[in-house]
């Protein structure tokens, strides 16, 4: 069946340090792969998608991810984070059909 | 109005209300969702409709009666909940265009932010 793990439940980094949210996931086929973002109280927005082609994949707030499928593996990451990037990241997988697998997130706490 | 809209931001009802809880998404997708997020469990996938019809009820209790009349609303009508339905209730809709037709990414609304006393 498929899966999503982000193994990290509480990230903290400090202001303009680098940053990478790790995601794995479980699917049988090639997988269509999504990072959220929610901030508090509000709804899920949408980073980067990775449907095919370069594994690279460029995002909107300057985060990038990489689709690594050796790894099962599709890690966010941004060069040097900055205070409002405090929130919830979810990575997800497309489960064929009409639906999104969501991993349970992880929480990005950015210090001063 | 743009994207995907919810209304109200937030309910409280007690156990024996009846109240609605009302999507409209303006992205002219064909696929709607109802997801509940509650504080100490990940998003759960409740309802998937797709041109309006019912594909996926994820074992989801029978208090909870979703409505899509048309492939841009979508309704959550509620009746006797619990207190542990106390959560976020959040509207998504997504247009299935990927090359093997799975799913396209979804885009959310702000989600109604429920309590049940």
């Known amino acids: 069946a498929q899966s999503v793990t982000q193994p990290d439940i509480h990230i903290t980094v400090s202001e303009g340090a680098s940053l990478e949210l790790r995601c794995n996931y479980s699917y049988g086929a090639t997988p269509y792969l999504f990072w959220y973002v929610q901030s508090p109280g509000q709804g899920l927005q949408l980073l980067l998608k990775?449907?095919?082609?370069?594994?690279l994949v460029q995002g909107i707030k300057g985060f990038e991810a990489e689709f690594k499928r050796s790894q099962s593996s599709f890690n966010l990451r941004k060069p040097s984070v900055h205070w409002s990037d405090a929130a919830e990241y979810f990575c997800?997988?497309?489960?064929?059909?009409?639906?999104?697998?969501f991993g349970k997130g992880t929480r990005l706490h950015i210090l001063p | 109005e743009t994207g995907v809209t919810q209304t109200p931001r937030h309910l409280v009802m007690g156990m024996t209300n009846k109240k609605s809880l009302k999507c409209e998404q303006h992205l002219g997708h064909n696929a709607m969702y109802w997801y509940k997020q509650s504080a100490k469990k990940p998003l759960e996938l409740m309802f998937v409709?797709?041109?309006?019809?019912?594909?996926e009820n994820n074992s989801v209790p029978s208090r909870f009666s979703p409505e899509c009349p048309n492939s841009s609303h979508l309704f959550l009508h509620l009746h006797t909940l619990q207190p542990e339905d106390s959560a976020l209730y959040l509207c998504a809709s997504s247009q299935t265009t990927t090359p093997s037709g799975g799913a396209g990414e979804q885009f959310f609304g702000p989600g109604t932010r429920l309590t049940v006393l």
């Open positions: 997800a997988v497309g489960a064929g059909g009409d639906k999104i697998i």
């Open positions: 990775y449907f095919s082609g370069d594994t």
């Open positions: 409709y797709n041109f309006k019809e019912q594909t």
